[in-house]
């Protein structure tokens, strides 16, 4: 039987745009209660006023997700709000442009700590509340640059390997101390036509191979799939596992050579995102 989603209690981090916000009005359509937190307060009373419009009620939280005792404050008051917490969807993301040494380090600190750290911090401190529902899950965003080192992401692709290993150790960990909850789930997307990594592409046979995702709510029906078959892996598109196939059979040399021959290596060349440089 698959996860039910009917007055669900869910948290999302980074709720109130992009992949957050397709997500949210995806889980609202199917029934679940949302507590959605964002940074950015215009943006999170602007989704607030298009929930209401669309006969929808959230609780919201304006919350730095790296300001710990701020988050401490935010889970209270959400899982309050919701009477508990069935799903947590770490999805608050940050991305800084540039190659490694040519940057100062602080950006790439904040890189590890928005998309790492924090992310592991909620996990810890919502795990309690977790395990005391009868059906939970933690689903954490990371990418398809956490399944294949990506040039000018650096310190990006260590925090989402570190997103996957976290999330893989942490599932072990759970099931060896005896509980079935929560599970959890790790999403990889490739680059997306729009948001974040708008102009960042794979080109030649890298582009046929593993193409572009065409919208943030593909993400977003990804995330709600993979919670209602209580999937632990996601990869978006489907190709982007054939780097763990090729890095398992080629020899290192070869598979490098075959990065390099689906131009991952440049694929960062055309960024533009969304007003996440660091410039």
Partial sequence: MGFTFQDSRVIITGGAGGIGRETSLLLLGLGARLAVWDFNKDALDAFQQE??????????????????????????RSVEALSGLDVLINNAGYVANGFFQEREFHFWSRTLTINLEALMYLSYQSLETLEKSSDSRIVNISSAAGVIGTAGLAAYSAAKWGVWGFSEALRQEIHTRGNTNPGVTTIHPSYLAKGMFEGARLKGLGALIVPLVKSHKDVAKAIVRSIRKRKNRVMLPRSVASAIFFRAILPDSWFQGFTRLLNVHSSMSGWK???RSID
């Fill in 51 to 76: 929930c209401a419009n669309l006969g929808y009620s959230i609780h919201c939280e304006i919350c730095d997700v790296t300001d710990y005792p701020e988050v401490d404050r935010a889970l209270a």
């Fill in 273 to 275: 995102g969304q007003g």
